[in-house]
């Protein structure tokens, strides 16, 4: 398979969200093929054993999903025109673009139908896909749960406010566009209240609510006169889904909200070298900017049309 290692589910070809009947059922279909005693390869039959055990197993499985299928890597990371992500990097050119070819008549955008990757006509005849084509179609997963026992119910607003916007927004005018809610981080025991995937590009999102008023961003913390306030700590998970990702460029963002919903509020001014202009690991922008910017840099990445059920996928299993 090319060096790639196929994800548990890919093994016994079912659905992310296959249930354990469909767990079931597809072992036995899998492991009569692999058996050594029929004909079948030692190795595979192992694999296949080593999936359902995973799969079938709630808690085991729980920690599979977390884990984003952390370095497995199926057949399903080949792109289109034979790009495979394990060669190209975050901002690799699209599929199919040749540096000594012509340019392209016409490069993909943001506005410009949605394109699964792989694709569901290539699929062989009784192939399962990585997702149902309805599911993967929908442009919203999850929703804002409740966590915690201290301000739980201004948290589940102020997320519930952010879906709002992105819908709004951003989604309506990109169709490729993905939004994931109430993410675990893979790298600490916290959460990423939003993922939002547009070709390879990924946008964690966090948010708070701060007044009106003039804010200074640094960098790190927002300074409002004497007060120093430290936003949510992103920077952790972005980079451990960066390494999760490599095929994607990932950033995160901290969207400021004001009380009333004017998305001009807060004000942020940005020493030199914090402008959110998508450079920086983390940004952080108020309603109004934070539109702006990030439409900008996922519409700006090498495959704006494209939906990668490979990394929607594990992106999907690694809910809370």
């Given at each position: 398979m090319n060096g790639n290692v196929p994800t548990h589910y890919q093994v016994l070809g079912i659905q992310a969200?296959?249930?354990?009947?469909?767990?079931?059922?597809?072992?036995?279909?899998?492991?009569?093929?692999?058996?050594?005693?029929?004909?079948?390869?030692?190795?595979?039959?192992?694999?296949?054993?080593?999936?359902?055990?995973?799969?079938?197993?709630?808690?085991?499985?729980?920690?599979?999903?977390?884990?984003?299928?952390?370095?497995?890597?199926?057949?399903?990371?080949?792109?289109?025109?034979?790009?495979?992500?394990?060669?190209?990097?975050?901002?690799?050119?699209?599929?199919?673009?040749?540096?000594?070819?012509?340019?392209?008549?016409?490069r993909a955008s943001s506005s410009d139908p949605t394109v699964y990757v792989p694709a569901y006509e290539s699929l062989p005849a009784g192939g399962t896909p990585l997702l149902a084509r309805t599911r993967a179609a929908h442009p919203v997963h999850g929703a804002p749960r409740k966590r915690?026992?201290?301000?739980?119910?201004?948290?589940?607003?102020?997320?519930?406010?952010?879906?709002?916007?992105?819908?709004?927004?951003?989604?309506?005018?990109i169709p490729s566009a993905r939004?994931?809610?109430?993410?675990?981080?893979?790298?600490?025991?916290?959460?990423?209240?939003?993922?939002?995937?547009?070709?390879?590009?990924?946008?964690?999102?966090?948010?708070?609510?701060?007044?009106?008023?003039?804010y200074r961003w640094n960098g790190q913390t927002?300074?409002?006169?004497?007060?120093?306030?430290?936003?949510?700590?992103?920077?952790?998970?972005?980079?451990?889904?960066?390494?999760?990702?490599?095929?994607?460029?990932?950033t995160g963002w901290v969207l400021v909200h004001s009380p009333d919903g004017n998305l001009y509020q807060p004000v942020i001014d940005y020493a030199r070298g914090s402008e959110p202009d998508g450079s920086d690991l983390v940004q952080v922008a108020n309603g109004a900017r934070l539109v702006r910017e990030v439409k900008h840099f996922l519409g700006a990445g090498p495959a704006p049309n494209v939906v990668d059920l490979q990394v929607l996928s594990r992106l999907l299993g690694g809910m809370h």
């Open positions: 969200g296959a249930s354990e009947r469909e767990i079931k059922l597809a072992y036995r279909k899998a492991a009569r093929k692999a058996h050594p005693d029929h004909g079948g390869d030692a190795a595979h039959f192992r694999q296949v054993t080593e999936a359902y055990e995973t799969l079938i197993d709630p808690a085991r499985r729980a920690a599979y999903d977390r884990s984003y299928g952390a370095n497995r890597r199926g057949s399903a990371g080949t792109r289109q025109g034979g790009w495979s992500a394990s060669t190209a990097g975050p901002d690799a050119p699209a599929a199919g673009f040749r540096t000594d070819a012509r340019p392209r008549e016409h915690g026992l201290f301000g739980a119910q201004a948290r589940l607003a102020r997320e519930a406010r952010t879906i709002q916007l992105l819908m709004q927004q951003v989604l309506s005018q939004l994931v809610n109430g993410l675990l981080s893979p790298a600490d025991n916290g959460y990423i209240d939003h993922a939002l995937l547009v070709g390879y590009r990924l946008v964690l999102l966090g948010s708070m609510m701060l007044p009106e008023g003039a927002l300074v409002h006169g004497s007060k120093v306030i430290e936003p949510p700590r992103l920077l952790p998970a972005v980079r451990k889904m960066q390494e999760l990702f490599p095929e994607c460029n990932v």
